[in-house]
Each structure stands twice: as structure tokens, then as C-alpha cells.
């Protein structure tokens, strides 16, 4: 989740209180999970074919006036078949009229930057990747058509990417990739974990534990509504006191109560995905690295005591990776490597999950690149709306072209949630994705944001009465469309 002050300034609404939960009891932690958006990265996949390019609503890229100058303006055209209209991807770039590419003028990455046809020079003005039917090119920015306004001699430009149909584009070549060969090993491990996964929730910080009610008895009612999985996370974090852990490493007891409540979800019927720290930033692994690298290894040793069954418990390190490098690059890259490392040295067998840094929507993930290890279940966080068209189009074919670019990878969608607009709209809204993104709603919390139990005291899903919202109601829909949508599906998009 993000909270935005100004352009360009982004910060997590909840972190900086947290400090001031400390004094609360271990056993009644309070916090709430935080994500901050992604700028683009050139780490998608290149494209290769020649061809024409198509709007959304049929019109072609073209090259206003077949000019073969420099600077001259790429515009929508009825298509036509001429070369004016032909373009061929080479790698990163897109080459056009004249052995000219496709250019954002200026190399500028503001949004409204026209685009243009300029001397091939190799520069981040002319790298462009296809993800979800969008053109991606520099500054993460993607291809668009102002204002929607799709007529003939309207230039095209680049526009922060949001998934609407005025940045959707056809390219011959750029189709979803067909479905992989059916996997092996390691890989058909993490998908047999993922196959019968539909409609799961977050499950806020101490609460992993201490739910009212018990674990286990929230699992039992979860599941006759049809839920199939839970995501924990352990509240540590070397720098934000999130509840009485401490800024050191905890001690073996405070892990082994996270770890007895992890048994008891799994006890009670859920799929449990867990992470072994909480929200970090930058300064955690400039400043504390050697703390966090220490937390994971403990809490691994700890966990590899269970001996959890391996097709019910997943493993990651981190619940988010907070931020970017103030560039739009990756600062975790390193530090995820290593924690993955550390977790499967102490935990050869089991699914673990590796997620991309700055969470905001589903394009962080497509821009991560895959592990060696593929007993891994990859997994973002979408705190955004789209209408249900969006969420089965765009959205959609994003994570699948990604996954099958990358032999077919499981993907989780591991925090879900509806800024802007009411839990069951939002839930309705996925339907026709259920089973692609398998969605892990936030949350059943003791917190006020996007709270989907009751109370505080209370975590059986509002129902309708004392005039909220059925959210009970919306989930067995949910739960039931997953369900639906799962025949023949083999754990991947």
C-alpha cells in the first residue's frame, strides 16, 4: 500500500507510526503492510519480427508523410500497407522507414514526450520492450495516443503506463507466447503447489498468531467460505519497531510462536505463504544488512524444524522490498539473491518465493528477472482498480507473456487490494482473472485499512449486517468464479 505526497514523492503511510506501537504486548502487534509504486526498467524481453503496429482501434503507426528525416513526427494512420507503416524489432529497438528508429524525443521520459523517427543510436530513447500489449520505452514510460484520441495524424507520445486500452497495441510477433512444454523437476514442483490455489488473504502481522479465535478455527471458517490460502509474515524489520520485537534479532521463542501458528493455519485446512522479515528499505540493507541477513538464517533454522509439509508451506524473505534506487532501478537485487541463497540452504525441498522491490501493480513483476532456482513461486502486490475488461485484457496477458517468455513460471498475486473503490466492487472486478493472478486479499486485520473482518475483535468477514458491506457474500462468489476458472489449469498463467 502507498500514500503519495507531491510529484514524485512517495512514502509508506503507516510505517512512520509504527515506532509508536512498540510499547504494545509481542502477543498484540499492530502495524499494517506497506507497497510503493515502480518506474520501468529495460529488463523485459526484446521483441524480434517485422510488421505493422495497431492501435486499439485499428489505426497503424506511421511515419507522417513516409519523411525519412530525422525528427520527423510518428503518427496514427489508416493502414495502408506502405513502408511508411512497416517496422521491424531488432532487439530493444524498433526500426522503421529509412533503418530509422522508433525515438522519444529528446530522450526525455515526461510525460507527453512526442515520439519520433531518429538516427538508430542505441540510446534509452530507443529501447522499447512489449509486456501486456504496451510498448514500453524509456523512464518505464509507455507508448499511448493522447486523450484516448485515436484518429488519423494524431503523433503518438509516452505517458506514465496504466493499462488503458490507448496504450494497447498488436504487433506482428508480439502475441502471447503459446503455453510451454509440460514442466519437470523443480518447476513442476512449484506449480503442483500452485494448481489448486484460487481465492486467498493477508493475514495482518500478529495476527498470524493470535487471531481471535485461534489459527486454526480461522482456517476451519476460511475455508468453508471456499478460501484456499493465507500469506503471513513475521513483524520484524532492524529499524521500525513493529510491535515489540525489537530492532536486533529475535529470539528463537518469539519465532517459534510465529512458526506454532503457521502449524496451526496449515492445521486448519489453509495453503500458507510466509515471509521472514516485514517491510525494508534501502536504508535496512545499507545500514543493517548483516542484522537482516542473520534474522533470515535464524528464522529458516527455526522453520526447518517443523517440518512443514512442502506442497502447503511457502517460504520468502521478505514480506516488501520498499522503494527503488531514486532512478527506477532495483537496489534488493543482490540482497534477494543472497536471502533466497541463505533460505535454500536451510530448506532444500520446499516451494520458495521470490517477489520484485517498489509494489504498487502487476508490470514490477513482468521487469524481474527469473531466478535459476525453479522450485520458486514469483509474486507482486496491485493496489489498483480496473474494470473487469482490464484486469482479464491487459492485465492478463502482461503476466502470462512474462511467465511463458520464462517457461512458464507460477505466479501469485500476494497482496490484493481496492484503493479507491469498496472490497466486493474491487473482488468483482477480478473475476475474470481469478485464476490467472489467484489473488491474496488484505485483509483480516485488527487495522482500519481495507479491513474485510468485522472488528477488531472479531475475524469472521462482514456479512451485510448492522449496515456494512456483504463481503462474506463477495468472497464465496470470488472463491467459487477461482474454482471455475481452475479446469485444466497446471499452476501457471
Not at 92 to 112: Q, R, Y
Not at 430 to 437: G, I, Q, S, T, Y
Request: hydrophobic share 35%; aromatic share 10%; charged share 15%.
Amino acid at each position: 500500500m502507498r500514500a503519495s505526497f507531491g510529484t514524485g514523492s512517495t512514502i509508506n503511510p503507516r510505517r512512520a507510526v509504527c515506532s509508536a506501537i512498540a510499547a504494545l504486548l509481542f502477543t498484540s502487534l499492530a502495524g499494517c503492510s506497506g507497497s510503493v509504486g515502480s518506474t520501468g526498467s529495460d529488463t523485459d524481453a526484446p521483441l524480434s519480427s517485422t510488421g505493422t503496429i495497431v492501435d486499439f482501434t485499428g489505426l497503424c503507426v506511421d511515419v507522417q508523410w513516409a519523411g525519412t528525416a530525422s525528427g520527423t513526427p510518428v503518427q496514427l494512420w489508416d493502414c495502408n500497407g506502405t513502408a511508411a507503416q512497416k517496422w521491424t524489432m531488432q532487439g530493444n529497438e524498433i526500426v522503421g522507414l529509412a533503418n530509422k528508429c522508433l525515438d522519444v524525443s529528446g530522450g526525455n521520459s515526461a510525460n507527453g514526450t512526442p515520439v519520433q523517427l531518429w538516427d538508430c543510436n542505441g540510446t534509452g530513447a530507443q529501447k522499447w520492450s512489449y509486456s501486456g500489449g504496451q510498448l514500453i520505452g524509456v523512464g518505464g514510460k509507455c507508448l499511448d495516443v493522447s486523450g484516448a484520441n485515436s484518429v488519423p495524424g494524431q503523433q503518438l507520445q509516452i505517458w506514465d503506463c496504466h493499462g488503458g486500452a490507448n496504450q494497447q497495441f498488436k504487433m506482428a510477433g508480439g502475441e502471447t507466447p503459446p503455453p510451454p512444454p509440460p514442466a519437470t523437476g523443480d518447476l513442476a514442483a512449484a506449480k503442483a503447489f500452485m494448481k489448486p490455489l484460487g481465492l486467498g488473504f493477508n493475514i495482518e502481522r500478529g495476527w498470524a498468531w493470535s487471531v481471535p479465535g485461534g489459527p486454526r478455527a480461522e482456517a476451519q471458517y476460511l475455508a468453508s467460505l471456499g478460501v484456499t490460502h493465507v500469506r503471513l509474515f513475521f513483524p520484524w524489520s532492524p529499524t521500525v519497531n513493529y510491535g515489540g520485537l525489537g530492532f536486533g534479532v529475535p529470539s528463537e521463542q518469539q519465532m517459534r510462536t510465529f512458526f506454532d501458528g503457521v502449524a496451526a493455519w496449515v492445521d486448519g485446512g489453509m495453503t500458507v505463504f510466509l515471509d521472514c522479515a516485514d517491510e525494508l528499505d534501502t536504508d535496512d540493507f545499507d545500514n543493517h544488512r548483516d542484522t537482516v541477513y542473520e534474522e533470515v538464517r535464524r528464522m529458516a533454522a527455526v522453520a526447518a524444524t517443523y517440518n512443514f509439509p512442502k506442497d502447503r508451506v511457502a517460504i520468502g524473505p521478505v514480506n516488501e522490498w520498499v522503494g527503488d534506487d531514486g532512478n527506477g532501478g532495483d537496489p534488493y537485487m543482490q540482497a534477494r539473491k543472497d536471502l533466497h541463497a541463505i533460505l535454500r540452504q536451510a530448506l532444500p525441498g520446499y516451494v520458495l518465493t521470490v517477489s520484485s522491490e517498489y509494489w504498487d501493480y502487476y508490470r514490477n513483476l513482468e521487469k524481474l528477472q527469473p531466478f535459476a532456482d525453479q522450485r520458486v513461486i514469483y509474486s507482486f502486490h496491485a493496489y489498483e482498480q480496473h474494470s473487469p475488461a482490464d484486469w482479464q485484457g491487459a492485465a492478463v496477458n502482461g503476466i502470462t507473456d512474462w511467465s511463458r517468455r520464462n517457461g512458464g513460471l507460477p505466479v501469485l498475486m500476494g497482496e490484493a487490494g481496492p484503493y479507491g473503490a469498496d472490497e466486493s466492487s474491487f473482488v468483482g472486478d477480478l473475476l475474470p482473472a481469478m485464476a490467472v493472478f489467484r489473488p491474496t486479499l488484505w485483509a483480516i486485520t485488527y487495522g482500519g485499512a481495507l479491513r474485510w473482518n468485522k472488528s477488531p475483535d472479531d475475524a469472521t468477514l462482514k456479512d451485510g449486517s448492522n449496515g456494512t458491506a456483504d463481503l462474506r457474500g463477495a468472497v464465496i462468489r470470488a472463491a467459487q468464479a477461482a474454482r471455475g476458472a481452475l479446469g485444466g489449469n497446471d499452476g501457471a498463467p
